[in-house]
């Protein structure tokens, strides 16, 4: 079963679709979430937002409740499988139908570039945990978070277990970066876990569409948020553009709502939005890559202004 045709950018968003779904989206607190939130909230959806940050949560949702939106606040550390759990079922009771229509598991951290420090090899004989300096909470958060809230969702919340499954609508939107296409160089634990959501959507996307659910994922170039606040000042003051925040919402929405596109990749660059052709007919990427120029464009821009500034 082969994936999709590419995303038509040339068509406009259906936003009036967001009306009434049922949202599930993590890292809702600040920076691409929080905006994520206020546009499912402005178009009429539901939403459970989940973050670990209690206190920006919170205030999100009183922001959005005060302009009559449906919405419900979770702390929740997607790190956790249990916390994971009971964000599901906190979600499921709240929602209309007791479903999801639309995941969004944006939950995602920034780590310090890649400093392997030389060592005596005799601790190994007393190693039984990976080095603290090794240690990677990019991974966990931003892979493994992903993957287990988004087949928690599947298997539990987006009505795999109701009969005409095959006809729904229902969508998970994957947050990856163009750091999972052409890697950011010293900024390993990143460039590893957004490799991973790519392969994830890529081994995923077929057999979730087999049961109804569209699967894409949304790749950014940087943004300026909170969380690259440390890196936007140095692409800036090299003349590299970032893209926006408005640039991404629509990406998220054009996945969420496209009932014709699963198994797509967006790239969100500074001069628009394109189909990243991840698939046998796009070379895997590479015709895209090799006619915007997209992967010269990425390592270049990235190669020396960041890779000494990923903050920790």
Known sequence: MPVSQPINFGQPVNYAALKDRNVLLTGAASGFGASAARMFAQHGANIVLADIQEAPGKAMEQELTAQGAKVKFVAADVTSVTAQAKLLQQALEFFPRNEIDIYVPNAGIL???LAIAPADPSELANLTTVPADLASPVITVNLQGVYVGTMLALRYGMGLHKSGAATSPKSIVLIDSLAGYCGAEGCVSYTAAKFGVRGFMRGLRK???????????VCPFYVDTPMT?????ALQAVGIPVATIEQVLEAIARAATDETAWGRAISVMPDGLSDLGDDAAGLQSGKQFSLAGLG?????????PL???IPA
């Open 111 to 113: 780590g310090p570039p």
């Open 207 to 217: 057999h979730a569409a087999a049961s109804g659910v569209r699967v894409n994922s």
């Open 229 to 233: 606040s440390a890196l936007v000042p």
């Open 296 to 304: 010269e464009h990425w390592e270049v821009l990235i190669t020396g």
């Open 307 to 309: 890779s000494d500034e």
